[in-house]
T-cell receptor, first 113, second 108 residues
């Protein structure tokens, strides 16, 4: 049990819709990173938030956006969903910008039909 | 090519040692990690090593880093059936880059 919780655990959306995924970070952690894990692949870095500001972004289009709140919880928003967005979305929390010890949540399984 | 490469499968017998290998391309990686993922679950941090170290031991786990060859390995001593999972190697340099994972199967 890492103390990082994600909601919802599963979600089915239709192509073209928008989705919001949520992550509650471990107590004391001020950094949240989001990853996309396609079936059979390793996680791919989407972006990181440190103290409510974006602190690095991977190779994902602008329709992937995020927020971090004053309590350091975070949201991942994806607009105009595509079939290839179907994946497990993981968030990881850590203390500080360097993910020396990043702890992952259980993930949200998103299926786009 | 991929930033981080791993062999996809490894099968061992219970009680044997397992060695999972990883090669990475980014020599600027400051930290290198091993994560474990069980079916339907998120990633569990097993251990990490700073890039200026060449070995780290933590109970049944031994990490070896050959920085010259950009090769990282994870040895699990006395492998148990509960160790069956997918193991990911990752390097950190501004962001975390993961391999595709090695599926370890432990046979009784």
């Amino acid at each position: 049990e890492t103390g990082v919780t994600q909601s919802p655990t599963h979600l089915i959306k239709t192509r073209g819709q928008q989705v919001t995924l949520r992550c509650s970070s471990q107590s004391g952690h001020n950094t949240v990173s989001w990853y996309q894990q396609a079936l059979g692949q390793g996680p791919q870095f989407i972006f990181q938030y440190y103290r409510e500001e974006e602190n690095g972004r991977g190779n994902f289009p602008p329709r992937f956006s995020g927020l971090q709140f004053p309590n350091y919880s975070s949201e991942l928003n994806v607009n105009a969903l595509e079939l290839d967005d179907s994946a497990l979305y993981l968030c990881a929390s850590s203390f500080g910008r360097v993910d020396t010890e990043a702890f992952f949540g259980q993930g949200t399984r998103l299926t786009v039909v | 090519g991929e930033d981080v490469e791993q062999s996809l499968f490894l099968s061992v017998r219970e009680g044997d040692s397992s060695v999972i290998n990883c090669t990475y391309t980014d020599s600027s990686s400051t930290y290198l990690y091993w994560y474990k993922q069980e079916p339907g679950a998120g990633l569990q941090l097993l251990t990490y090593i700073f890039s200026n170290m060449d070995m780290k031991q933590d109970q049944r786990l031994t990490v070896l880093l050959n920085k010259k060859d950009k090769h990282l390995s994870l040895r699990i001593a006395d492998t148990q059936t509960g160790d069956s999972a997918i193991y990911f190697c990752a390097g950190y340099n501004n962001d975390m880059r993961f391999g595709a994972g090695t599926r370890l199967t432990v046979k009784p």
